[in-house]
């Protein structure tokens, strides 16, 4: 049971490289989401995904753009890296979370920007 | 906007019980959630409560949810070095329902 695969793990980035981060699930899902994860600070909204073709800024948006291309895969791109970008990145995705169906984290990427 | 806050540690003894605290914002939420993540990995759903409950137990997972002060908390029960991790509660922003917002998470450390 795949779940939720992002990848890469782990990268480090000059400032001002690109680079793309790939998410995919495999539960047929309409909603994917993803968070920045920094110490002291839990998970933050970046963007999400209510459905195929949709897409919609969260608490956390700039510097960052993203694409579903379809039901399955949710992308996350860094078009000019900076430092206050180093984080762990989680893609997630769910059901409606509001009725109480679980939110399925994929394992992270460590991204690193010097 | 919706706010969730935690303590972000707690450290205690094996066999004895844990409780970690939040408290949040937005009274319309549905569903409120607690996670655990452990080192190097994603978030893993632990147990959730619906809002019109007042308590909800699973195994040695015991969550208390106090709508009136908007104080959710979840104790372990026999805390083990295994639950060592980062326990985030989670609810619905209140004005879109598929979104969540996390609480800053809190540490937990078992000591033997």
């Known amino acids: 049971n795949a779940g939720v695969t992002q990848t890469p793990k782990f990268q480090v980035l000059k400032t001002g490289q690109s680079m793309t981060l790939q998410c995919a699930q495999d539960?047929?899902?309409?909603?994917m989401y993803w968070y920045r994860q920094d110490p002291g600070m839990g998970l933050r909204l970046i963007y999400y995904?209510?459905?195929?073709?949709?897409?919609d800024k969260g608490e956390v948006p700039n510097g960052y753009n993203v694409s579903r291309l379809n039901k399955r895969e949710f992308s996350l791109r860094l078009e000019s890296a900076a430092p206050s970008q180093t984080s762990v990145y989680f893609c997630?995705?769910?059901?409606?979370?509001?009725?109480?169906?679980?939110?399925?984290f994929g394992e992270g990427s460590w991204l690193t920007v010097v | 906007g919706e706010d969730v806050e935690q303590s972000l540690f707690l450290s205690v003894r094996e066999g004895d019980s844990s409780v970690i605290n939040c408290t949040y914002t937005?009274?319309?939420?549905?569903?409120l959630y607690w996670y655990k993540q452990e080192p190097g990995a994603g978030l893993q759903l632990l147990t959730y409560i619906f809002s019109n409950m007042d308590m909800k137990q699973d195994q040695r997972l015991t969550v208390l949810l106090n709508k009136k002060d908007k104080h959710l908390s979840l104790r372990i029960a026999d805390t083990q070095t295994g639950d060592s991790a980062i326990y985030f509660c989670?609810?619905?922003?209140?004005?879109?329902?598929?979104?969540?917002?996390f609480g800053t998470g809190t540490r937990l450390q078992v000591f033997p």
């Open positions: 995904s209510a459905s195929e073709g949709t897409t």
């Open positions: 539960m047929n899902h309409n909603s």
């Open positions: 989670a609810v619905p922003r209140s004005y879109n329902t598929d979104k969540l917002i």
């Open positions: 937005d009274s319309s939420s549905t569903y």
């Open positions: 997630a995705s769910s059901e409606d979370p509001s009725s109480g169906n679980t939110i399925y």
